[in-house]
């Protein structure tokens, strides 16, 4: 991490990352706070492309979820330098934090979350989340999440409700302290 920031701060007329969405732009801006190193965002419309990009040497660096990236880790097609959560992560247990290899502060976590419309029944709320919960202890889907590096959190509506209300309000502090705006 420390040799691509070096590199990136030496050349940063070639800094350049790949990104998908506003989740892994904000991630790379963070890592640019964090860092100081430089670059400039090249924009692709899916994760496998983002990580192709950087396999064809298109983009020096894409922050990505797992599952597009962990097959080309472990084929050596690319090179993982840091994984983004406060701890290493099982499928990757060899590859170091962001802190660990150098980049304190810089801890992202992408999650997934099942919405319905805002006047959905009570009712049907609860069993979605009732058989949401009952899948993702499934041992089956469990050890394939793991497998992609997803860690399955099955959570209460109103957990989730908490999660994202707070996720919003620390992003848009972030956001707003980037001087980011998304189009």
Request: glycine share 8%; hydrophobic share 45%.
């Amino acid at each position: 991490m420390g040799e691509l920031v070096a590199w990136g701060k030496a050349n940063p007329d070639k800094a350049n990352y790949a990104s998908t969405s506003p989740a892994f732009i904000i991630s790379t801006e963070l890592l640019k706070l964090k860092s100081g190193m430089p670059g400039t965002m090249i924009p692709y419309k899916s994760s496998n492309e983002m990580v192709l990009s950087v396999m064809q040497g298109q983009t020096l660096l894409a922050i990505s979820d797992g599952p597009p990236a962990i097959p080309q880790i472990k084929g050596g097609k690319v090179r993982a330098l840091a994984v983004l959560s406060e701890s290493r992560v099982p499928p990757l247990p060899e590859v170091p934090t962001a802190k660990e290899a150098g980049v304190d502060g810089f801890v992202v976590s992408l999650w997934y979350g099942m919405f319905a419309p805002a006047r959905t029944p009570p009712d049907i709320v609860a069993r979605l989340s009732r058989e949401v919960i009952r899948a993702l202890e499934s041992a089956e889907l469990r050890e394939r999440l793991a497998a992609m590096g997803v860690d399955p959190w099955p959570g209460t509506p109103e957990e989730l409700a908490s999660l994202v209300r707070s996720e919003t309000a620390r992003y848009a502090t972030l956001i707003k302290s980037m001087g980011l705006r998304l189009d």
